[in-house]
């Protein structure tokens, strides 16, 4: 996904925080749909559920992708400043 000749730059703090918070949120809706997909008898509306589980779980794997992507370039000290 990069272009290339250009090379990645290192996330920043508040780049960060903002994938984590997407994750999480991600992680909420998937655990939602799931608890109701277990108490749904509706088959239709149980298929549509789970097809929302898979959207969130696929969500979750590309953001967490983004971050293991840019993982070489954290630093490994405390930054100063």
């Known amino acids: 996904m990069q272009a290339s000749g250009m090379s990645m730059?290192?996330?920043?703090?508040?780049?960060?925080?903002?994938?984590?918070?997407?994750i999480s949120n991600e992680d909420l809706l998937l655990k939602q749909a799931a608890a109701t997909a277990a108490s749904q008898v509706h088959q239709e509306v149980n298929h549509l559920l789970n097809s929302f589980i898979q959207t969130h779980q696929q969500h979750i794997h590309t953001l967490t992708n983004a971050i293991s992507q840019h993982a070489n370039m954290a630093p490994t000290q405390p930054q100063q400043g």
């Open 9 to 22: 730059k290192p996330l920043s703090g508040k780049e960060l925080e903002y994938i984590v918070d997407c």
